[in-house]
């Protein structure tokens, strides 16, 4: 069958930056799998997707608007070093919980140091990137109707379903 609408698809991947350089990969995680138009993977390789059929490989490069947005520098803030002074060592690349003013978590990084001022980043890691996918699907199938409602696929491996506990907000990495 082919990728479309209500189907969960599993596929390998290989993620290059557009300097050829690998960011991700399912190598080691083994395929990704996903419900087609439910929103789980980035817009512009969903676009890829539809019609595909398993064991079909194709290659997509997914502009930052169709991937993770572009770099919003409303999100980028230069902090005094002094709000850091739990933390011994202070660098570039290190990434922390941060709390928003609605009270979302999120992950900022370090992107700059000095003296006194720590400059930290809250867009998402691959904002402003475009992304080069190396695709191989794996499998189509139809979703179940659970699937649907939820908006996720269901694993086997997943004990959060084992237990028939699954919420519907609830996001599980399973499956
Ligand atoms: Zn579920």
């Not at 799998?33 to 997509?60: N, Q, W």
């Not at 005094?80 to 003013?101: C, L």
């Not at 001022?117 to 109707?145: K, M």
């Amino acid at each position: 069958m082919n990728v479309g609408a209500n189907t969960v698809v599993s596929f390998d991947y290989v993620l290059c930056d557009s300097d050829g350089r690998e960011l991700d990969s399912s190598r080691e995680t083994g395929p990704l799998a996903y419900l087609h138009g439910a929103g789980g993977i980035i817009p512009g390789l969903a676009d890829a997707m539809t019609g595909r059929a398993s064991g079909e490989r194709f290659s997509v490069v997914v502009q930052p608007e169709q991937a993770y947005g572009l770099s919003d520098p409303k999100m980028i803030a230069a902090l005094p070093r002094e709000r850091f002074s739990g933390t011994d060592t202070i660098a570039v690349g290190m990434q922390f919980h941060a709390q928003t003013t609605e009270g979302h978590a999120r992950v900022v990084r370090v992107v700059a140091v000095d003296d006194r001022t720590v400059t930290i980043d809250a867009n998402h890691p691959l904002a402003g990137q475009s992304l080069s996918f190396d695709i191989t699907v794996v499998d189509v199938r139809e979703a179940t109707a659970s699937e649907i409602e939820h908006g996720h696929p269901h694993g086997q491996h997943c004990e959060h379903h084992d237990k028939g506990g699954c919420g519907r907000q609830h996001q599980h990495g399973c499956g």
